[in-house]
């Protein structure tokens, strides 16, 4: 035991960053040639044999519990973000088929709207139907009468007019017997 602090002692950590990781193919890979370097590292150093076999059944159970500890976390991580991906997805289907089911009503109420709408226009239409014809039939006869009221009117200037410009001749042949009287 001793001489496994001594040579944890010469032989510092080496920790491996967060981003290596991180990665899981390459991360595989590192472990192990870590694992082989701090192994070939324990080898290399002067300690006898037995406890050398000591040391390294302890370093592998480290390495080894620690890649599991690893791969644990990194599972764990990976199922958190496969869940939300699936809660969100469980969610936005939700709402999805909420929105669906409103569409659906909101279709359903407009057709019986514009059924509605439709006899009601149709029941407007034959009241006012008969309203209207009376109606036109009034609107047509005032209007017959103030077209022939108009057509006399329109006779009449026409003979005013007519007057009026045998009023003008007569009045030219007036000025000139008056004009060459006075001469």
């Known amino acids: 035991m001793s001489s496994q602090l001594s040579h944890s002692r010469d032989h510092p950590r080496v920790r491996k960053s967060t981003s290596d990781s991180s990665s899981s193919s390459s991360s595989s890979s ?3 040639s870590l694992r082989h370097e701090r192994l ?3 080898n290399s150093s002067g300690v006898s044999d037995a406890s050398n076999d000591m040391t390294k059944n ?3 159970s480290y390495f080894s519990r620690r890649e599991n500890r690893l791969s644990a976390r990194k599972k764990a991580e990976e199922e ?3 869940n939300d991906y699936k809660k969100m997805y469980e969610k936005a289907l ?3 088929q909420r929105l669906k089911s409103r ?4 279709k359903q109420e407009l057709v019986v709207i514009q059924e509605q709408l439709q006899r009601a226009q149709k029941e407007r239409k034959s009241e006012l139907g008969s309203n209207m ?3 036109e039939k009034k609107d047509s006869r005032s209007l017959r009468k103030k077209i022939s009221d108009m057509e006399e009117q329109v006779k009449v200037k026409a003979e005013l007019h007519t007057e009026n410009q045998r009023l003008k001749d007569e009045n030219g042949a007036l000025i000139r017997v008056i004009t060459k009287l006075s001469k």
Do not use: D, G, K, V
């Open 103 to 106: 569409l659906e009503t909101s």
């Open 133 to 135: 014809l009376e109606t």
């Open 80 to 82: 958190i973000a496969h």
């Open 40 to 42: 070939s590292r324990l």
């Open 94 to 96: 939700a709402t999805n």
């Open 58 to 60: 302890h370093a592998e």
């Open 30 to 32: 590192a472990n192990e």
